[in-house]
């Protein structure tokens, strides 16, 4: 099996990549990824596995599929990695479009930050100040927006580059997704459906919820088959409650933090907003 065309949501991280993916899912001339997340640019040890193992992670029709999609924010995160990333797919003899989905920096950041406090990376008694400030330069980093496409614009055809923002995809949902749909050549006359619903909220990459520790518990699974889904669906919600621990809950961004988070942006923002058309001003930015 060959599959010659690709879609891949590079990211930005926090910018609701993970719900894009799965309400394009959707669409029958889109074949998504068996892991959402494959990483196969960024990670050596994927890499080294080579294309042939890539094009094994999707059940291609090619009577019945325009595209293959994936959604790594990972292809956009730092900017070493940026680099390698597009040199290593534009090294692969097959045609690729790009999406970037973009929001408020400051609302990336802070939402970074509780990812990270939720998944216990930072914020742990011990770790200091140093830690939180080491985890808000990687945050800020990644919300260089314009540094990181610039790489695939440098790469690759501009037709070939869909910029978003998050606050179009919550407002305008089906808009949004009728104009991916013609960017990628599929029919744009599909309807997409629960394009309300947010996926991979906080709680749901923790690995301490009970939850997570009932499923675990292979004797439990056949009980839980009997569970109406109905009531699972409210059950797994209550279970998925973290516990809260003041070590837990993230430091909200000082002014004097957010003042200098955007004089740290303020090159990036000013070359997001005149060299590829995205209108910042509407985060409160002026440029």
């Given at each position: 099996?060959?599959?010659?065309?690709?879609?891949?949501?590079?990211?930005?991280?926090?910018?609701?990549?993970?719900?894009?993916?799965?309400?394009l899912s959707q669409h029958p001339?889109?074949?998504?990824?068996?892991?959402?997340?494959?990483?196969?640019?960024?990670?050596?040890?994927?890499?080294?596995?080579?294309?042939?193992?890539?094009?094994?992670?999707?059940?291609?029709?090619?009577?019945?599929?325009?595209?293959?999609?994936?959604?790594?924010p990972g292809y956009t995160d730092?900017?070493?990695?940026?680099?390698?990333?597009?040199?290593?797919?534009?090294?692969?003899?097959?045609?690729?479009?790009?999406?970037?989905?973009?929001?408020?920096?400051?609302?990336?950041?802070?939402?970074?930050?509780?990812?990270?406090?939720?998944?216990?990376?930072?914020?742990?008694?011990?770790?200091?100040?140093?830690?939180?400030?080491?985890?808000?330069?990687?945050?800020?980093?990644?919300?260089?927006?314009?540094?990181?496409?610039?790489?695939?614009?440098?790469?690759?055809?501009?037709?070939?580059?869909?910029?978003?923002?998050?606050?179009?995809?919550?407002?305008?949902p089906s808009a949004v997704m009728?104009?991916?749909?013609?960017?990628?050549?599929?029919?744009?006359?599909?309807?997409?459906?629960?394009?309300?619903?947010?996926?991979?909220?906080?709680?749901?990459?923790?690995?301490?919820?009970?939850?997570?520790?009932?499923?675990?518990?292979?004797?439990?699974?056949?009980?839980?088959?009997?569970?109406?889904?109905?009531?699972?669906?409210?059950?797994?919600?209550?279970?998925?409650?973290?516990?809260?621990?003041?070590?837990?809950?993230?430091?909200?961004?000082?002014?004097?933090?957010?003042?200098?988070?955007?004089?740290?942006?303020?090159?990036?923002?000013?070359?997001?907003?005149?060299?590829?058309?995205?209108?910042?001003?509407?985060?409160?930015?002026?440029?």
């Amino acid at each position: 099996m060959k599959i010659n065309d690709f879609t891949l949501i590079v990211g930005a991280a926090k910018c609701g990549t993970t719900s894009l993916f799965f309400y394009l899912s959707q669409h029958p001339q889109i074949c998504p990824c068996k892991i959402k997340e494959p990483k196969f640019f960024s990670r050596d040890e994927r890499w080294k596995k080579g294309f042939q193992w890539y094009q094994g992670l999707w059940n291609w029709d090619e009577q019945v599929h325009k595209t293959a999609l994936e959604a790594t924010p990972g292809y956009t995160d730092h900017f070493p990695i940026t680099i390698e990333v597009v040199q290593r797919i534009a090294s692969i003899d097959a045609n690729f479009k790009f999406i970037y989905i973009m929001r408020n920096p400051l609302e990336r950041i802070e939402s970074a930050l509780q990812h990270g406090y939720y998944q216990a990376r930072v914020g742990k008694s011990g770790n200091g100040e140093d830690a939180f400030e080491h985890f808000l330069k990687s945050a800020i980093d990644k919300s260089k927006y314009a540094q990181k496409i610039s790489e695939y614009y440098r790469q690759f055809p501009k037709e070939d580059i869909l910029l978003l923002q998050l606050d179009d995809l919550k407002e305008t949902p089906s808009a949004v997704m009728q104009q991916v749909c013609v960017f990628l050549g599929i029919d744009d006359s599909f309807e997409f459906t629960n394009l309300e619903k947010a996926h991979n909220k906080k709680n749901s990459y923790r690995t301490d919820t009970l939850w997570r520790k009932l499923t675990r518990m292979k004797r439990l699974q056949p009980m839980a088959n009997l569970i109406p889904e109905q009531y699972k669906k409210q059950l797994r919600t209550y279970l998925s409650r973290p516990p809260r621990k003041a070590k837990d809950i993230p430091p909200t961004l000082t002014q004097k933090q957010k003042k200098e988070i955007l004089r740290d942006l303020r090159e990036d923002l000013h070359q997001l907003h005149w060299e590829y058309g995205v209108d910042v001003t509407r985060w409160g930015f002026e440029v």
